[in-house]
């Protein structure tokens, strides 16, 4: 196994988020960016010091100094990335959703399987700062038995400046952040759902997608479980703040997090008390050169400024995320999100949104 993996990411909008993590985490390096834009792609080598640079994918499955490629691009181009770079003998990881189709998610396990590489889908809402507290709860048993759990994902999308690929794109195609902690949490996959459609967008955005509803709840069965779990997903015409949150109710103990501005998590110890509750950043978990970046902010003493760092988004989702996918790769063994976890969780925002097309039919969701 290598010392450093040298890593190529592909997609600098927001996988510019993953150039500095890679740079200085210890066992890797970013050896390779890639994007069509040429501007932005040596805007973002320049700003990092990267010297190699490429504007085509497939200039990296060439170069066989790469041990894995991070794909950061549209959704799109999630799963024919994935399988040839896996095909190529590189490790991959993706944004999610791991694929637009149940077959794309099914290519990539049989790609995985056939190549033995690491795969991971980075999936943000199973490493933020509320998910590692609430799984804390759970492992160590003071949340009880889990009783259910409840996600929900809602952004308004109405608005000029997003590829258009997005307007009328349906709500559970991209309903991992919702989907996942709670499968995770559960420690279950999801067996069949029920999903019913509500309300409707825009006329002008239905065609492309012939998908009209605004918000697609979903009702999961779990595998080998007694469990069910409840996804809401809205991408337009339903005002809310962003949000991506999870509850997870059990027999000791209760955990909310409705993500609002301001307000701390939840924690219910009993019929009438409820406490709000400081979760913690996590960073001792991580290699010291990285653990910064799970923090809101750095606070500057000299100019009295706290200050955003770049790659500590999605509540410091970003470096556990990074630290994991290396530490897979060295240790030689699958990734906490590997390819048929992140099928499962994908297929089934794909059949949620299959079911609600059907009128809330139960829909069966295929196992790779």
Same mark, same amino acid.
């Given at each position: 196994?290598?010392?450093?993996? &040298?890593?190529?990411?592909?997609?600098?909008?927001?996988?510019?988020?993953?150039?500095?993590?890679?740079?200085?985490?210890?066992?890797?390096?970013?050896?390779?960016?890639?994007?069509?834009?040429?501007?932005?792609?040596?805007?973002?080598?320049?700003?990092?010091?990267?010297?190699?640079?490429?504007?085509? +994918?497939? @200039?990296?499955?060439?170069?066989?100094?790469? /041990?894995?490629?991070?794909?950061? !691009?549209?959704?799109? =181009?999630?799963?024919?990335?994935?399988?040839?770079?896996?095909?190529?003998?590189?490790?991959?990881?993706?944004?999610?959703?791991?694929?637009? *189709?149940?077959?794309?998610?099914?290519?990539?396990?049989? =790609?995985?399987?056939?190549?033995?590489?690491? %795969?991971?889908?980075?999936?943000?809402?199973? %490493?933020?700062?509320?998910?590692?507290?609430? &799984?804390?709860?759970?492992?160590?048993?003071?949340?009880?038995?889990?009783?259910?759990?409840?996600?929900?994902?809602?952004?308004?999308?109405?608005?000029?400046?997003?590829?258009?690929?997005?307007?009328?794109?349906?709500?559970?195609?991209?309903? *991992?952040?919702?989907?996942?902690?709670?499968?995770?949490?559960?420690? $279950?996959?999801?067996?069949?759902?029920?999903?019913?459609?509500?309300?409707?967008?825009?006329?002008?955005?239905?065609?492309?997608?012939?998908?009209? +509803?605004?918000?697609?709840? @979903?009702?999961?069965? #779990?595998?080998?479980?007694?469990?069910?779990?409840? @996804?809401?997903?809205?991408?337009?015409?339903?005002?809310?703040?962003?949000?991506?949150?999870? /509850?997870?109710?059990?027999?000791? #103990?209760? +955990?909310?997090?409705?993500?609002?501005?301001?307000?701390?998590?939840?924690?219910?110890?009993?019929?009438?008390? =409820?406490?709000?509750?400081?979760?913690?950043?996590?960073?001792?978990?991580?290699? /010291?050169?990285?653990?910064?970046? !799970?923090? $809101?902010?750095?606070?500057?003493?000299?100019?009295?400024?706290?200050? +955003?760092?770049?790659?500590?988004?999605?509540?410091?989702? $970003?470096?556990?995320?990074?630290?994991?996918?290396?530490?897979?790769?060295?240790?030689?063994?699958?990734?906490?999100?590997? @390819?048929?976890?992140?099928?499962?969780?994908?297929?089934?925002?794909?059949?949620?949104?299959?079911?609600?097309?059907?009128?809330?039919?139960?829909?069966?969701?295929?196992?790779?």
């Amino acid at each position: 196994m290598p010392d450093k993996v &040298k890593v190529a990411v592909v997609g600098l909008g927001f996988g510019a988020e993953f150039v500095p993590l890679y740079q200085k985490h210890p066992n890797a390096e970013c050896y390779a960016i890639c994007q069509r834009d040429k501007d932005n792609l040596n805007k973002v080598g320049d700003q990092f010091g990267v010297e190699r640079r490429v504007t085509e +994918f497939e @200039a990296l499955l060439e170069m066989d100094e790469i /041990d894995a490629i991070h794909i950061v !691009t549209p959704i799109q =181009a999630h799963a024919w990335m994935t399988v040839k770079a896996l095909n190529a003998g590189k490790h991959a990881a993706a944004t999610v959703p791991m694929g637009s *189709t149940a077959q794309e998610c099914i290519d990539i396990v049989e =790609a995985r399987r056939k190549s033995g590489k690491v %795969y991971m889908m980075m999936e943000t809402a199973v %490493y933020t700062r509320e998910f590692l507290y609430a &799984k804390e709860l759970v492992d160590s048993g003071k949340l009880g038995r889990v009783q259910f759990l409840r996600g929900s994902h809602q952004q308004n999308m109405d608005l000029p400046g997003w590829p258009d690929y997005w307007y009328g794109f349906p709500p559970m195609h991209y309903g *991992t952040h919702a989907i996942s902690p709670l499968l995770e949490l559960a420690g $279950h996959r999801a067996e069949s759902v029920v999903c019913f459609g509500s309300g409707r967008i825009q006329e002008k955005y239905i065609p492309k997608y012939n998908s009209p +509803f605004s918000i697609e709840t @979903a009702l999961f069965r #779990l595998k080998d479980s007694d469990l069910a779990c409840e @996804a809401t997903r809205s991408l337009f015409n339903a005002i809310r703040q962003y949000r991506e949150s999870f /509850d997870v109710y059990g027999s000791q #103990l209760s +955990f909310e997090w409705e993500q609002v501005a301001g307000e701390k998590p939840v924690v219910y110890s009993g019929f009438e008390d =409820a406490e709000r509750v400081e979760v913690p950043d996590y960073g001792h978990r991580l290699p /010291d050169e990285i653990s910064k970046y !799970t923090l $809101h902010g750095v606070y500057d003493e000299e100019h009295e400024h706290t200050s +955003f760092i770049q790659g500590a988004g999605h509540g410091g989702s $970003h470096p556990h995320m990074v630290h994991e996918f290396v530490s897979a790769i060295i240790e030689g063994r699958e990734s906490s999100v590997d @390819a048929e976890t992140a099928a499962n969780w994908t297929m089934a925002g794909i059949c949620a949104h299959e079911s609600a097309m059907r009128g809330g039919e139960r829909i069966i969701i295929p196992s790779p």
